[in-house]
């Protein structure tokens, strides 16, 4: 197959690139690497160009998906496009909100209409979120434990299904524009026949992840635990998530790529054999590394869910997933790759 990954360059677009290059698919990385200017943080933008570089059969193109001229003729000849290119911070979405309309909405609509004149007809996936569901999941009862928040309505047990609502409720500009991108990819199906999936993600993490405190908290916490560095926690710290390793996600899109589902949208996680809370998450890195990372506390983030676990029934039963990776086996790999890379944290060479 031809693949086109957007936001090849990123966490899990590299991912993406890796697994498919290495199953001898030839893939096209299309990265503005301008993930450090959006956050307004120091990003190292080069390690994972240069992993994917050395895979071999990976293109790098140097591209903003704002661009539907070059998406278009980008997509002409291909089979697949994973669609991870994305703003992809709440807190910078309420500063921004323009610009994070025009990537996540705006991009995917560019995204989805160069798929649609494209004679291939491409398999589009499309990198969601459990923010859609927005502050709706905030009004389910929770019960507080000593170190984590759980629901407290029988119904969500196994987690958040894909039928949840996401009306009448505030979802924060970046909760809205994917929802929208969403919204927009599935529709692709219904009107032009598109074979597309949506997969609305929990907390992934892994390894080349270069987590802030803004986004891909997991990865946060690894680096600032084993750096040194105090950590602030929003809210009580009892806030939970599951949380899925990036192999496993990316090994469900494959699964959805290969089926003969031609639409669906998946809650997609680590499901509820795989939650941990930032205090439990705290907790674990201490026992991994003999090290207690310094902690600060602020108020609450707007519109942050106290418990979001997503129910991976649906996807367990129509691609045959499940995760392979236990939560507590990821987080030891992840930490073992920021320890052996501190200088891609610390701004030195190695």
Known sequence: ?????????????????????????????????????????????????????????????????????????????????????????????????????????????????????????????????????????NKIPVIEREKRYEFGDKRYKKGIPEDFPIDSCEHTPYGSSKLSGDIYVQDYSHAYGLKTGVFRMSCIYGTRQFGVEDQGWVAWFV?????????????????????LHVSDLIRAYDLFIESNTKQSVFNIGGGSENTLSLLELLDLL?????????????????????????????????LNWEPKIESKEGIKDLTEWVKSNKYLFQGGEK
């Open 223 to 243: 680096i600032a635990t084993l750096l040194e560095k105090t950590l602030t926690i929003y809210g009580d710290g009892k806030q939970v998530r599951d949380v």
């Open 1 to 137: 197959m031809k693949i086109l990954v957007t936001g090849g360059a990123g966490f899990i677009g590299s991912h993406a690139c890796e697994y498919f290059a290495r199953k001898g698919d030839e893939v096209m990385a299309f990265d503005n690497l301008g993930r450090g200017r959006i956050l307004g943080k120091e990003i190292n933008q080069s390690y994972n160009l240069d992993f994917l570089k050395g895979l071999g059969n990976v293109e790098f193109i140097k591209g903003d998906i704002r661009d539907f001229k070059t998406l278009r003729m980008l997509c002409k000849d291909v089979d697949v496009i994973i669609h991870t290119a994305a703003q992809v911070a709440v807190t910078t979405s309420l500063k921004n909100p323009r610009e994070d309309f025009e990537i996540n909405t705006l991009g995917t609509f560019n995204v989805l209409e160069a798929a649609r004149l494209s004679s291939k007809d491409p398999t589009i996936i499309y990198c969601s979120t459990n923010k859609v569901y927005g502050n709706n999941v």
């Open 286 to 318: 201490e026992e991994i590394t003999g090290k207690r990372a310094k902690i600060g506390y602020d108020d609450w983030r707007a519109s942050d869910q106290k418990v979001y676990i997503s129910d991976i029934t649906k996807i367990k039963k129509e």
